[in-house]
């Protein structure tokens, strides 16, 4: 079991990333609810942001790589726009307990 924060450490339309022992993931919070994904970016499979903690567009709404742009649903991890549409964000387990977001 691993926690990665408090719910509350996580601003609403914000995210945050984790190192877990070289494998990095991130958490979304939209509409008070957490979205969990692999920090991986499904056209080249390289890390989403370029800043940390930067996984988000500048209006808050998509999830956006940095390296060329593309655009995922925050809710879906689903590619909405830029070379891999079709494809998605690969989503991580989790549960909420006490406040904190655990990984399953």
Known sequence: MTVLCAVNDIEEDSARG?????RT???VKK??????YLNS????GIPLEF?????LD?????????????????????CVAGPCVGQALQAIAFHLEDGNIVLD
């Open 18 to 22: 984790f190192d877990l022992d070289g």
């Open 25 to 27: 993931v991130f958490a």
């Open 31 to 36: 509409d008070a609810q957490v979205f969990v």
């Open 41 to 44: 970016c499904p056209h080249l």
């Open 51 to 55: 800043q940390p903690d930067e996984f």
């Open 58 to 78: 500048m209006d808050n709404h998509f999830i956006q790589c940095a390296n060329h742009g593309a655009l995922f649903e925050v809710e879906t991890g689903d």
